[in-house]
């Protein structure tokens, strides 16, 4: 059983940053692949990035490319989402996952975050 905890969301102006962090519970956090969604209200949730167990391969969806860097510290059970130039489009609930299979599908991951918002405003 994996425990998922998310902190750093908030209010920032479009144009701003942030920088997400999930901490992970239990002592096999490096065994999982990682990943981050969002979901805007009223939409379903989405793929945002994913990262490798070792932390060597990441991908991302393409509205995000170039402006957000998924990144994981094993040694702290941590995975974080550093989010760059913010658009009012990235608004919404952003969760972290793990998971046995690098994927951007929601059904290969395990485990859940609760959730943290994010809300861009223009």
């Known amino acids: 059983q994996v425990q998922l905890i998310e902190s750093g969301g908030g209010l920032v102006q479009a144009g701003g940053s942030l920088r997400l962090s999930c901490v992970a519970s239990?002592?096999?956090?490096?065994?999982?692949?990682m990943g981050w969604f969002r979901q805007a209200p009223g939409k379903e949730r989405k793929f945002v990035a994913a990262?490798?167990?070792?932390?060597?391969?990441?991908f991302y969806v393409d509205s995000v490319k170039g402006r957000f860097t998924i990144s994981r510290d094993n040694a702290k059970n941590t995975v974080y989402l550093q989010m760059n130039s913010l658009e009012p489009e990235d608004t919404g609930v952003y969760y972290c996952?793990?998971?046995?299979?690098?994927?951007?599908?929601?059904?290969?991951?395990?485990?859940w975050g609760q959730g943290i918002q994010v809300t861009v405003s223009s």
């Open positions: 996952a793990a998971g046995p299979t690098y994927s951007g599908v929601a059904g290969s991951y395990d485990y």
């Open positions: 990262i490798s167990r070792s932390g060597g391969d990441t």
């Open positions: 239990g002592r096999t956090f490096s065994r999982y692949v």
